[in-house]
């Protein structure tokens, strides 16, 4: 929750697609780090993994979504949101489903047991040792995704907005300030505006 209020300034200030990418490199060295804790692992070593992480995400979450909504137009904004939505339910499924299969086939020998209803048991040994391969690779594949956040939209060129119609006198130029400032320095008054 406090990651989304700089997710957004950064998003507006740098652009989606650093934003983005920043973001998944952020998610990508999080995960990393996790794989390289162990038993003796402090918690303030375990906490520094999930804040690098959770910045990570709140900076792709909250600039997904921007791009998302903001590229959608009127007609399309409902669809665009709910499949946004239902791509945020779905990809922690998959991500937990792939995660447990990668721990499974990381530790195939390490269930010592199953017991009725509660699933193979692993030790804290064989559970580390699944661990540190299984989110090496979902490291990789959040580096994969820090890739494909390059094709996102760079920062937006702002353009002047035109005069609004009936503004500017009949087509004549405004001065700018340097301008009126130059002629007085220069010992010529601007002329006197009329008066009625």
Known sequence: MLGAPAAAVLKRRYGPRR???????????GILLMSRLDLGSCAEATGGCFLVLGAGFAAVMVTATAVIVHQASVD?????????????????TLGVASATTLM???APDAATGRPP??????????FLSAMGPTLSALAALAALGALLATRLPGRAVETPAPPPPGAGGGGARALAPSAVSRGRRGGRRPPPAESR
């Open 19 to 29: 934003t983005a990418v920043a973001g998944m490199v952020l998610v990508a060295l």
């Open 76 to 92: 399309t904004a409902g669809v665009a949101g709910g499949l946004q939505q239902t791509a945020m339910n779905i990809g922690p």
């Open 104 to 106: 499974t086939l990381a």
């Open 117 to 126: 209803g509660d699933g193979p048991r692993w030790n804290g040994g064989a």
